[in-house]
Nanobody, 127 residues
Framework: QVQFVESGGGLVQAGGSLTLSCTAS????????MAWFRQAPGAEREFVGR????????FYRDSAKGRFTISRDSAKNTVFLQMTSLKPEDTAIYYC????????????????????WGQGTQVTVSS
């Protein structure tokens, strides 16, 4: 069984930066796409960005473009979410998600399209 463990969350002032990590453990880890989602209190879980595991190609929601960067370290089975110029509206629990297979009809921006999830890490941005 593969587990995904996030770390790096915390409290930061507006304009600050944080880097989240998500590490997969287990000998059967397989990934095509890893993504970051977030969920603010009272809101639905929303897509933040994703990375293709083999190519490193990334895609972000509009509000994350230019501020957030996703990268991965294949040797360590770890994906990162580097966040800069943070805003209070970025406050949420951040989750990493993994898709083990490719489905042609999937857009990979919806939570149900991912197989595995981390437990989440809280990010709080104060104004």
């Amino acid at each position: 069984q593969v587990q995904f463990v996030e770390s790096g969350g915390g409290l930061v002032q507006a304009g600050g930066s944080l880097t989240l990590s998500c590490t997969a453990s287990g000998s059967t880890f397989r990934s095509y796409i890893m993504a970051w989602f977030r969920q603010a209190p009272g809101a639905e879980r929303e897509f933040v960005g994703r990375i293709w595991w083999t190519t490193g190609q990334t895609f972000y929601r509009d509000s994350a473009k230019g501020r957030f960067t996703i990268s991965r370290d294949s040797a360590k089975n770890t994906v990162f979410l580097q966040m800069t110029s943070l805003k209070p509206e970025d406050t949420a629990i951040y989750y990493c998600a993994n898709s083990r297979d490719i489905h042609e009809t999937y857009t990979y921006v919806r939570s149900h399209e991912f197989d595995d999830w981390g437990q989440g890490t809280q990010v709080t941005v104060s104004s």
